[in-house]
């Protein structure tokens, strides 16, 4: 049964009234803000440090996978960085964040608009990276430095700890901001795109096969394998970096393919670029797993996943196949033996992400419910909106506007950029 918005605000409000602990301002935390790539490297030590300590960590927060994004994307990103008293001893908490510029019709200005910073790279799950021994008092200050930087809303969806969202929130309930916890359903409200399901994975695919899947889904399982891999003439490939090219347009396209009426060409080309870039940087840093399944020379489909090899995880990103009369022996199979590689490899875990769509609980995933939370500023006038890094950006947007003859926004926009300028 689906949730509803009035039992999902229910689950928040008792997770905000759980987080009430006092946070002293004289923790000794001290709260920096990094908006360079040099300044993100000098990090790298640390931060990976930190990785290895916090239980709630992604491959997502992980700084490989954050390099790849802020690397490509200067001044549109800013990590705060969390000390504890012993600054010698690294960072104890760290919040990266991406920067938008959002032209705002009806105040006629530019807005700086604040999202995950994973998101650069379209980021399954966002957050903090933390030392739990810190968590209370870390994210309250990393909250205090950022109300005094430039914004009009910040919006962070997918966090996935069980925790953190609440106590960061908190640090904002007063007179000075809306604090919003938000569903997110897609697909007509059939999908709650908030729950992530997952499998987690026993010693032996036996038993997982044994005791995990539905009755219907085990035994399909099992007559497919027997009728298609050891007796038939299906067989799977797992992309490397020679192969990656190839493995990856099969994948893609059979995706476009499937999708190209619904969301029309342009928008299925678009997603289908996030996904490889998805891939891509996955390939990079050494954490793509990504099976093809063949009848003789012929590609029937593939599954991209991100790897995360510090929490034994094994991230479904996005599945691409034929849809010919064997379509539903082909998604399975790939599932089942993409569960069996995770297994064989020593994974704990294999993840579906986003959306509570039933075929992944006939594998016997259980869910986890990640956080979407809005905080905006009420008193825009009062308060700097637009943050400097912003400005190329703007001025970029101001060129626009002159291009397409909307003489008034160039006007109010620049006398802006003037303002911020002084």
């Not at 949730?3 to 997770?15: F, K, L």
């Not at 993100?40 to 030590?45: D, G, T």
């Not at 893609?252 to 999708?259: N, S």
């Not at 996904?275 to 599954?303: H, M, N, S």
């Amino acid at each position: 049964m689906l949730d509803q918005p009035d039992d999902i605000q229910a689950r928040i409000a008792a997770r905000m009234a759980a987080a009430t602990k006092v946070v002293s301002r004289d923790s000794g935390i001290q709260v920096s803000v990094i908006d360079t790539y040099e300044g993100f490297q000098a990090l790298r030590p640390g931060w990976m440090a930190l990785q290895a300590r916090d239980p709630e960590g992604t491959i997502f927060l992980s700084w490989a996978w954050l390099d790849a994004a802020f690397r490509a994307a200067p001044g549109q990103w800013r990590v705060l960085v969390a000390h504890g008293p012993d600054r010698n001893a690294g960072p104890v908490c760290v919040m990266p964040l991406r920067l938008r510029v959002h032209w705002s019709r009806s105040r006629s200005e530019f807005q700086t608009e604040i999202e995950a910073g994973g998101r650069l790279l379209y980021s399954e799950y966002t957050g903090f990276l933390c030392d739990p021994a810190f968590e209370d008092t870390a994210i309250a200050a990393i909250a205090r430095r950022l109300q005094t930087l430039p914004w009009s809303t910040l919006s962070l969806r997918y966090e996935s700890s069980r925790n953190r969202a609440a106590l960061f929130a908190q640090s904002f309930a007063d007179n000075d901001f809306d604090v919003s916890f938000r569903p997110y359903m897609i697909n007509d409200g059939a999908t709650d795109n908030l729950l992530c399901p997952h499998v987690p994975l026993p010693g032996s695919y036996e038993t997982w096969l044994q005791t995990m899947p539905r009755p219907g889904t085990r035994q399909k399982i099992r007559r497919f394998s027997r009728r298609f891999l050891t007796n038939g003439d299906w067989h799977i490939s797992f992309a490397t970096a020679r192969t990656f090219r190839r493995d990856v347009d099969i994948l893609l396209g059979f995706w476009q393919e499937k999708w190209l009426a619904s969301k029309g060409a342009e928008a299925a080309a678009k997603v289908a670029a996030n996904y490889r870039l998805i891939l891509e940087t996955a390939l990079k840093i050494d954490c793509l797993f990504l099976p093809v399944l063949w009848q003789g020379d012929r590609p029937l489909g593939a599954l991209g996943h991100v790897v995360d090899h510090e929490m034994d995880r094994l991230h479904f990103i996005v599945a691409g196949r034929d849809t010919g009369s064997d379509a539903a022996a082909i998604g399975l199979l790939l599932h089942a033996e993409s569960i069996r590689w995770g297994i064989e490899n020593g994974f704990a875990d294999y993840d579906f992400c986003h959306g509570n769509e039933p075929y992944k609980y006939s594998f016997g995933a259980r869910d986890l419910r990640v956080s979407y939370f809005t905080i905006r500023r009420k008193a825009l006038g009062n308060s700097a909106v637009l943050d400097r890094l912003c400005l190329p950006t703007a001025l970029a947007r101001v060129q626009t506007f002159l291009e397409d003859g909307k003489h008034d926004r160039a006007l109010a926009g620049v006398a802006q950029l003037a303002r911020l300028a002084r």
